[in-house]
Each structure stands twice: as structure tokens, then as C-alpha cells.
């Protein structure tokens, strides 16, 4: 038996979720035993996440969409997060990451917990860091103890996988900020463990003490979200040293935890011009031995605020056609705002849009299945079948609505080409 099913909570939810894998990735159940074994693929699921539907994540299955939402100090209501929480599932999102910087946030999370079947995810730093900034200390000051024990808990009480900026050295943290970035540091828990070793003079403690957060992935079959606290932040910081260190620390990370049976992913970047998406990718996947990466668009320009969920579904499009396995979304209040539920929704959207167009691209089974199938209604002028294949039959179902009645669309009525043509 490999190290990963010696792991009882790894082993409990394959066993309980594998006929069901298998059956909606077309994949044989050796072939994700393999796949996990290899540290190809991840299987999100922490036995203590109750009703819980395990996720894949990692090639050759399909490519997964994550939703990002949580309160602020500016906007916090626990009840409308719940409510976005129902929006990113319905739009088709296959995991959401509670982000939550404000209000009670073990309740929030358990809250979450509750109410959804998919994978629950979080930066666990965010709430160490509250307490600091909630009595007026600086970040600066917290504990490194303080965050394991923050760790533990939340993978006590369900959590499935957590970002953890484990990667992120003294000196690269040095370079970040030494005014050869157009943006520095970017990511809010890079920023943080960044300022407490430059306060410090100190190593990073998740770097140093790396294998206690091993120990409790083990425990409880948390996957490690290897954060990329150095992603770039503009376009022009794409592929800098500062961003490579961390990267080649992360695949260094990666090899250990597995070798002692936890499940790693690897986050990527961030804003990248559009000419350096695949190499990016590539050398990312090179340099981590191919574990599911995680990429947060690539947003392809930096000046798109209000549409930056477009921005990086062409990333993403490109991203997944060179190696991305994760997709998290961006919203139209990137940049701007706390995202609404029609924020959610468009973001959900546009990166399912682009996993489609990526996966259609690299010609999986499954993805051109739903070309073929939209390809053959509209030939037939079925609109049924158009639902059936179309991303979303819900806004499908409400443009056409005023002209339902109609067997042509409202855009060419009696000139409908293939109307004209078969008739």
C-alpha cells in the first residue's frame, strides 16, 4: 500500500467517492489511485466536512472552477456571503473559498461548512491576523504559534484545502519589496508574512516548520494550496526573480509533503501579458513536477477594472491549454469592490467558459461531446438541445423568452440562414 492509502482519512474518502469519480470524469478508478499516488492529482475532502462531495483536481479530469467570497471590513454581512455561497454553486462552480477578513469568522466558516457540498476552502493567516488588527496590533507581532494552532483548527472543523504561503522566503520577500516592482507584493497573506520577516529578521515559520503543517494535512486529508504570496501583481512583474524563487521553493515543498503522503497544489499567477501565459505555465508545471496547479486568471492586461473577469478568462483559456488544472475566478469588482451575487455569477461564468474553451482546444472527450451536441440542435434549430449543451440554460432560457414561441431567433427571424436553407 503507497503512503497516500496508508493515510486512514485519504483512504476514507476515496473508498466512500470513487464510484462516483469515476463515473462523472470518465476516468477508471486506477487511473485516479495512480493519479494521486503520482501527485498528479488531489482528492479535496476532509473526512470532518459533513454531506460533503469529494472534487478531483489535477490532469487528465476535467478542469475545476473555483469561487472566492468572504466579508470585509467595509462590507460585512455573514448572511449575504451565505446567499453568494448558493450563487457560485448554482452557476457551477465545483469548490468556493471562504476569504472572510471580518465579523466572527469561525462562524462563518462553519456556517459555510454546513451549507455547502463542495469543497471549502481558506487562508488561515487572514484569521490570525484579524485578532492582531481587531485589538489594534500590528501583524507584525503574531505568534507563529498562534497560526499553527489556526491551522489546526480549521482543519479540525472541516476545512478541505487552505492556501498556505509557505514558499515565501526572507529574500524574496526582500526583493519584492526593494522598489524593482511596479507593484510589490500583491497577495494579502504574502503581504503579511512578508512584513513579520522584514519586522523580524526572521525565516517563515510554514517554510522553517513545514512539516507540522504536514503532519495536520495527514491527519485530516487537508490539501496544501501552496500559495504564491509573490505572484505577480502587474504584467511588467511577470516571471521576475522574486516570482521564480518562490515557485522553485514550492516544487521543493511539493516533493517532501509528498513523499510523506500529503496532497499539494501549487497556485500560480496572477497578471501576465498574454505573449508569456503558456511559457509561465509550462515551466511552472516543470518546475513542480506536474502537481494541480492552481492559477488565479492570468489576468492578460492590468487595465481592465470592471472586466477583469474577461481579462482573465482569456488567461485562463490560454492557462489551461498549457497546463492549468484550477481555475479561480475573477469577478467584475476585481480591483474595485466586494463582489455582489451577480458578480459571483458573471465570474463562475467566464471561467467556465474559459476551462471549455482551453479543454476544446487540448481535444477532451467530454468538452467536444458538448460542442458536437450544441453543433447538432443548432443545425436542427432544437432548442432543447441547445439547453441541454449550452454553459448556462438559465440565461438561455431568459433571452429567448419574449420570442419562445418562435423557432428562429430573434436576431434573424425570417432570414435565419439555416432556416432558409433547409426549407
Not at 224 to 242: M, T
Request: charged residues 25%; glycine residues 10%.
Amino acid at each position: 500500500m503507497s503512503v497516500f492509502f496508508k493515510n486512514s482519512a485519504l483512504a476514507k474518502v476515496f473508498e466512500s467517492g470513487i464510484a462516483a469519480l469515476s463515473s462523472e470524469e470518465n476516468l477508471l478508478p486506477e487511473a485516479i489511485r495512480a493519479g494521486i499516488e503520482a501527485g498528479t492529482m488531489v482528492l479535496l475532502g476532509n473526512p470532518a466536512h459533513k454531506n460533503l462531495k469529494p472534487v478531483l483536481i489535477g490532469s487528465p479530469s476535467r478542469v475545476k472552477i473555483n469561487a472566492n467570497i468572504g466579508t470585509s471590513p467595509l462590507l460585512n454581512c455573514a448572511q449575504t456571503e451565505m446567499e453568494k455561497l448558493s450563487v457560485a454553486l448554482q452557476a457551477g462552480a465545483d469548490t468556493v473559498m471562504d476569504l472572510s477578513i471580518a465579523g466572527d469568522l469561525d462562524a462563518i466558516r462553519d456556517g459555510m461548512l454546513n451549507l455547502c457540498p463542495s469543497p471549502l476552502g481558506t487562508v488561515p493567516i487572514y484569521a490570525t491576523a484579524q485578532t492582531y488588527l481587531d485589538a489594534e496590533r500590528d501583524p507584525c507581532d503574531i505568534d507563529p504559534e498562534e497560526l499553527f494552532a489556526e491551522v489546526e483548527k480549521q482543519a479540525a472543523q472541516g476545512v478541505d484545502f487552505m492556501t498556505l504561503h509557505c514558499g515565501l522566503t526572507r529574500r524574496g520577500a526582500e526583493w519584492a519589496v526593494s522598489g524593482e516592482r511596479a507593484m510589490g507584493i500583491v497577495s494579502r497573506g504574502g503581504s503579511i508574512l512578508a512584513r513579520w520577516m522584514l519586522k523580524n529578521g526572521r525565516e517563515n515559520p510554514l517554510l522553517t516548520d513545514f512539516d507540522r503543517l504536514v503532519d495536520i494535512a495527514v491527519r485530516h486529508n487537508v490539501t496544501l494550496s501552496l500559495g504564491d504570496g509573490l505572484r505577480p501583481g502587474a504584467g511588467a512583474d511577470a516571471g521576475d526573480a522574486a516570482q521564480f524563487e518562490e515557485v522553485i521553493t514550492l516544487g521543493r515543498l511539493a516533493r517532501h509533503a509528498h513523499a510523506r503522503g500529503a496532497q499539494c497544489m501549487i497556485e500560480g499567477p496572477g497578471h501576465v501579458p498574454l505573449n508569456d501565459v503558456e511559457a509561465q505555465i509550462r515551466i511552472i508545471k516543470r518546475l513542480t513536477d506536474n502537481a494541480p496547479l492552481y492559477v488565479l486568471g492570468p489576468l492578460t492586461t492590468d487595465v481592465a477594472p470592471g472586466y477583469d473577469h474577461i481579462a482573465g478568462a482569456i488567461g485562463g483559456a490560454l492557462g489551461v491549454r498549457a497546463g492549468v488544472d484550477f481555475l479561480c475566478y475573477l469577478t467584475p469588482a476585481e480591483h474595485l469592490t466586494l463582489p455582489d451575487a451577480a458578480d459571483v455569477a458573471a465570474g463562475v461564468m467566464a471561467s467556465r467558459v474559459a476551462a471549455q474553451v482551453g479543454e476544446v482546444s487540448l481535444g477532451r472527450p467530454q468538452a467536444l461531446k458538448r460542442e458536437a451536441v450544441m453543433a447538432t440542435g443548432r443545425s436542427a434549430l432544437d432548442w432543447d438541445l441547445m439547453r441541454q449543451a449550452c454553459l448556462d440554460p438559465k440565461t438561455l432560457e431568459e433571452r429567448r423568452r419574449p420570442h419562445r414561441e418562435e423557432e428562429v431567433c430573434a436576431m434573424c427571424g425570417k432570414f435565419c440562414a439555416v432556416k432558409m436553407l433547409r426549407d
